[in-house]
């Protein structure tokens, strides 16, 4: 009977680990890294570099390939078969791999480490891009012994935001600098926005107050029943436009008066809006579905109408709904006008893409193409590599004027309107955008459907930089940050709980509720942590 | 092999070595699979380590540094790690009570069908929402229970006005979560129970005809005790899939209303681990609820053998 119960005890062992397995992640194979501080193992040039020629120009390597993780699954792989990656093959003498996944991928590759030569990931406050230190290669050592010419086309302030410890490690697109927002080619994207029908209908109502909201809302209830009066971005992607955008209409501070970090979604402002929109919703002018509506049933509705206005959080992005729904209905086209504004006088604070940028780019430190690597960097940032990207090939695609501004030739006309395949996978135009920055878009007016012209026009005035808040949360792993999101799965429920709520006592307590809560997770230790991130950041942007 | 129990170990041992070399053919078949198993199975244990360490997506497992208990003592004061634990319980007991009965119902029924073509056109309807996958399913369910959806409409027909989105109802998704899981599987759960009744001797139920016994009686009395090492298989393995909730479901299904209600553990170490990058901690809640399972397993097992004249499955 002994080994009887023994086996049993073995085999019972022997499911209890078994199970426990199938939860836990894959081991390491490769060896422990080894700083990456010490660079004096890069190879020497292959070529005679220089200042002011870049570096591709002189180097007549063989053919190289390259491997480039892309962390976002959407991204097209396609390389060489193009117009625009044919041309890239060609100048830099170089192919590219394109690996794309996401994070579960990215993390395999660190576990194994195993590294693609080039890596893109999409968040700048993750651990990947916060240790980049020990996986990528400083891009200035890079540039000093293979291509200088790179600091002719990178930006220095996204270079300087980029430093971890006195040297940059990836680079992103997208990024603005305090520069950019001031150059006006940098176009806001929020708007609140209403169908010119309606407009027309409703008479004269006051959408920039709550209380003219409420009952503007009211008004056109009462002439289009069958439209939703009030919309907004779904929730798939975060706290749709009912957050930050709102919050940056109505002009909420980022910071407090002595650069502290300020709760701006406890704003007396804000909450005073979302009681607004509470009463909007009780009055069935906004309706439950708006909350459960996936991305796609949110792009369907906005392109065929279905809601009166709108709160449009990146009208760029949803452009080709806007404008199919414009050109299907001229006469009824959304379009911007003031609404949703603050009750204390501030002037709207729309923001744009910061100067974190979106997709962030790093060369490997495990790469044996380093020379290659930064010259892809160099080439992509730079006048031809851009105008590239962006427009084609001058002169078959698009020509110039003396004032730099961009024009569509006749041939690229006739095969963006008529064949959007071959515009989107032959030529590929503004497709490749891993080093994209919407200083060039803006030399193009087509860049934009027409459809959000008037609403880019109506907000340009309002574009400020929030910098400084950039990044800011704990890092991950730690208590506060751990606590930090708690609070945050917490305010998504309350936020959406808030405008659902019955009556404006349910509100109050509701909200009370969130304020204890935040009280019990320790808000007071994550603020310490965001207040001296924001003083890092000041002093990076040289604010301080 | 039992009776050298009352022996000395070395004799034990030698007789076992005698018997390994008896039928070392046999022996040496099992070997690939016991081979597979340390590779697969007991080598990632090492991974579990995880839950006591620091780890980072870019450390390497062996330089993550050590930090003992610590992951576990922040899991006792997570709220949302107890609210998930909650639900996952709540939502797999609904889901085990009738998931558990209702295919057992559902293959006696069909197999007393008597009318062939009928019995394959309800089988095939029954199977069919298995094949599709929580995405579509998922979205379908969205859209009916949505303010103007299906049901609203039905419910509107039937006289009872109504707007609500249900699914933004947290006290209902429960129930909606349980009961698209049993519209999905119950019918493909049929398939074993299907199977084993087609074993059953014909016989059996002629003779109890000629007994005059009714036909519920022979459902009672043979149908049922002969499925009956099957449906405590099936029992154990439900149960000790307590824990195990449906993470494609609860992603598709999940908002932010519906979340007090909705999150399970599954769900939660996804969105811990590998959203929020916090490895060991999700590692650590990983390796609580698989002890948590296979404590179950051994309890059902034994209840069951008690049941089941201590003939265990296991």
Known sequence: MKQHKSLKIFTTALVALSSAVILTACGNGGSSDKSSSDNSNLPKASYKISKSTPAWKSDKSKMTTLTWYVNADWWNKDFGKDEITKQIKKDLNVNIKFVTGDDTKLNTYFASGNMPDLVTIGDPNSKVARTAKDWAYPLQDL?????????????????????????????????????????????????????????????????????????????????????????????????????????????????????????????????????????????????????????????????????????????????????????????????????????????????????????????????????????????????????????????????????????????????????????????????????????????????????????????????????????????????????????????????????????????????????????????????????????????????? | MEKANKRSTGVRIKDWCRAWARQWQLQTMVLPGIIAMIIFNFIPIYGLSLAFRSYTVTSTMASAPWVGLENFKIIINDKYFWESVQNTIGISAIKLTIEFFLPIIIAIMIFELKWTPFKKVVQTITYLPHFLSWIILGGMLITWLSSNGMLNQLLNLIGIATKDNHILNANSYWGIASLSDVWKEAGWGTILYLATMSKIDPTYYEAAEMDGASKLRQIWSITIPEMSSIISLNLILSVSGLFNSNLDQTLVLMNSQNQPKAEVINSYVYRVGLTQGDFSYATAVGLGVSIISVVLLIITNTVTKKLNDNKSVL
């Open chain 1, 143 to 544: 540039a000093n012994k293979y291509d200088p010419y790179f600091y002719k086309v990178a930006s220095k302030d996204t270079l300087n935001w980029y430093k971890i410890d006195g040297k940059s490690y990836g680079y992103p697109n997208y990024s603005n600098t305090a520069a950019d927002y001031k150059s006006g080619k940098i176009l806001p994207r929020d708007a609140f926005i209403i169908r010119k029908d309606v407009l027309d209908a409703i008479g004269d109502q006051d959408f920039t107050t709550p209380e003219g909201f409420v009952k503007g809302m009211a008004a056109i209830k009462e002439k289009f029943p069958k439209l939703t009066p009030f919309g907004f971005n779904d929730f798939s992607g975060g706290n749709s436009s009912l957050e930050n955008v709102v919050q940056d209409m109505l002009g909420v501070p980022i910071t407090t008066k002595d650069n502290k970090y300020y709760d701006r979604d406890l704003d007396s402002d804000y909450i005073k809006w979302l009681d607004a929109f509470r009463q909007v919703h009780a009055a069935g002018n906004i309706t439950d579905d708006s909350f459960t509506d996936d991305a796609d049933t949110f792009n369907e509705k906005v392109s065929s109408g279905k809601y009166a206005t709108m709160m449009m959080g990146s009208d760029v992005n949803h452009g080709t709904n806007l404008q199919d729904f414009a050109s299907k209905n001229p006469k009824s086209a959304y379009i911007a006008i003031n609404g949703i504004q603050s009750t204390k006088g501030r002037k709207p604070t729309l923001s744009q893409a910061g100067i974190s940028g979106w997709l962030i780019n790093y060369v490997s430190n495990k790469t044996k193409h380093p020379a290659k690597a930064i010259q892809v960097f160099e080439y992509l940032l730079s006048d031809k590599g851009q105008m590239l990207t962006n427009f084609g090939q001058k002169g078959q695609m698009y020509t110039q004027d003396a004032d730099g501004m961009v024009k569509w030739t006749k041939f690229a006309k006739n095969i963006q309107d008529n064949d959007t395949t071959a515009w989107q996978k032959k030529y590929r135009i503004g497709e490749f955008i891993l080093f994209g920055h919407d200083r060039y878009k803006a030399l193009n007016k087509d860049s934009y459907v027409k459809a959000v012209w008037q609403m880019q026009e109506w907000g340009a005035k309002y574009l400020k930089p929030q910098f400084q808040i950039e990044n800011i949360s704990p890092n991950a792993g730690t208590q506060e940050a751990r606590a930090l999101g708690a609070i945050q799965t917490n305010w998504r429920t309350t936020m959406v709980s808030l405008i659902r709520a019955k009556d404006k006592a349910t509100f109050e307590a509701t909200l009370k509720k969130y304020k204890q809560f935040q009280k019990d997770n320790s808000i007071s230790a994550i603020n310490k942590v965001r207040d001296s991130n924001i003083k890092a950041n000041m002093k990076k942007l040289g604010m301080d």
